[in-house]
């Protein structure tokens, strides 16, 4: 082994020193190791599936919209389709980005959140169902969202840090 710096462990069987992930306690964190990347990776297969019906059903909608432009109930789920495919993109990037990186991070588990709260303000804002108070909570919620995506961005932990 070199006497060059080690990386930072990223992954469950990387979490113990060499001399200690060996016989059972290393069988066991590899094996725990390829389970949960098996499970991730078929949660992003799943994730992918459902993101592919979520854009036919938005194309089905558009026809329905276009065919029948009145119907108000056609349009308010056009309006949660699309935004309903954006939450799906930001989820598939956080699956994406823990098997790529074995960590979930808190600037691509905020910006979910954001754009998960955002979907919800304009969907109550085009139903016509948000109060005065539901505005502020939800202005409240997004700056506490959008505080901890900067706190994320500035004080990104250096290479050889853990989270």
Not at 22 to 50: C, Q, S
Request: no cysteine.
């Amino acid at each position: 082994m070199s006497e060059g710096k080690r990386s930072a462990p990223t992954h469950p069987s990387q979490i113990l020193p060499g001399s200690f992930v060996e016989g059972l306690r290393g069988t066991v964190l590899r094996f725990y190791a390829k389970i949960l990347d098996v499970i991730v990776a078929v949660m992003i297969f799943l994730m992918l599936l459902t993101l592919v019906f979520a854009v036919a059903s938005l194309f089905w909608d558009i026809y329905g919209s276009l065919r029948d432009f009145r119907q108000e109930e056609v349009i308010r789920s056009l309006v949660s389709d699309v935004l309903s495919v954006f939450v799906l993109i930001e989820l598939f990037r956080t699956f994406t980005d823990y098997l790529e990186f074995h960590r979930i991070r808190l600037r691509v588990l905020s910006e979910v959140a954001i754009v998960f709260v955002l979907r919800e303000l304009f969907i109550g804002l085009y139903a016509h169902r948000l109060g005065p108070l539901d505005l502020l909570a939800t202005a409240a919620l997004l700056a506490v969202l959008v505080g901890a995506r900067i706190a994320a961005v500035r004080f990104t932990p250096r290479h050889g840090d853990l989270d």
